[in-house]
């Protein structure tokens, strides 16, 4: 059974930079067939597509979070990571991690438990 | 304000049958096929339709996904107290070049 485990901080104080990490196990993270994504979800919220990358490294962000994001990909680690910079309060979120079946009919199939991050002073 | 419009609530009683709407545009459920998204409450999203109106292997029978033009559906019958959740509906949007999601509807089951 595939199983993805966010791992953070927890709390990341204002303009300074969050990192997440994904770690993937029950299967390989190399596959063709698929890509590995972040999204979030403020308090009471909904949710909201951050970005993803192929094994092979290629990424593709949302375009209103563009400018502050890197994802990256460790394939001998079976992990793949998020960095969002220059943080404020509204990126206060839990963050998932997931699967997304690749295709036309596209769609994240497995996600992570989600990781709780607060952004404050 | 979600790219995807959905109802903020809905409700009904045990062994009725529910209908949540999901509303988009040319370039995203108009073009894409459409995944749904059930959230119990402190949990993680899990997927309950893809490609419009597929169950995933374990997802029973009493839902079903439908689309027609720019909008989708997903419908609940032989609704059950385990019912009571958030449901989300997604789509690749291709102008934006992203991911989107309604803005959720949370199911109460009376």
């Known amino acids: 059974q595939l199983r993805l485990q966010e791992s953070g901080p927890g709390l990341v104080k204002p303009s300074e930079t969050l990192s997440l990490t994904c770690t993937v196990s029950?299967?390989?993270?190399?596959?063709?067939?698929?890509?590995w994504g972040w999204i979030r979800q403020p308090p009471g919220k909904g949710l909201e597509w951050i970005g993803s990358?192929?094994?092979?490294?290629?990424?593709y962000y949302n375009p209103s979070l563009k400018s502050r994001v890197t994802i990256s990909v460790d394939t001998s680690k079976n992990q793949f990571s998020l960095k969002l910079s220059s943080v404020t309060a509204a990126d206060t979120a839990v963050y998932y991690c997931?699967?997304?079946?690749?295709?036309?009919?596209?769609?994240?199939?497995?996600w992570g438990q989600g990781t709780l991050l607060t952004v404050s002073s | 304000q979600s790219v995807l419009t959905q109802p903020p609530s809905a409700s009904g009683t045990p062994g009725q049958r529910v209908t949540i709407s999901c509303s988009g545009s040319s370039s995203s459920i108009g073009s894409r096929t459409v995944n749904w998204y059930q959230q119990l409450p402190g949990t993680a999203p899990n997927l309950l339709i893809y490609n419009n109106n597929q169950r995933p292997s374990g997802v029973p029978d009493r839902f079903s996904g439908s689309k027609s033009g720019t909008s989708a559906s997903l419908a609940i019958s032989g609704l059950q107290s385990v019912d009571d959740a958030d449901y989300y509906c997604?789509?690749?949007?291709?102008?934006?070049?992203?991911?989107?999601f309604g803005g959720g509807t949370k199911l109460t089951v009376l």
């Open positions: 997604a789509a690749w949007d291709d102008s934006l070049n992203a991911w989107v």
């Open positions: 029950g299967g390989s993270i190399s596959s063709s067939s698929y890509s």
């Open positions: 990358i192929y094994y092979s490294g290629s990424t």
């Open positions: 997931a699967r997304r079946v690749l295709g036309f009919a596209g769609y994240f199939d497995y």
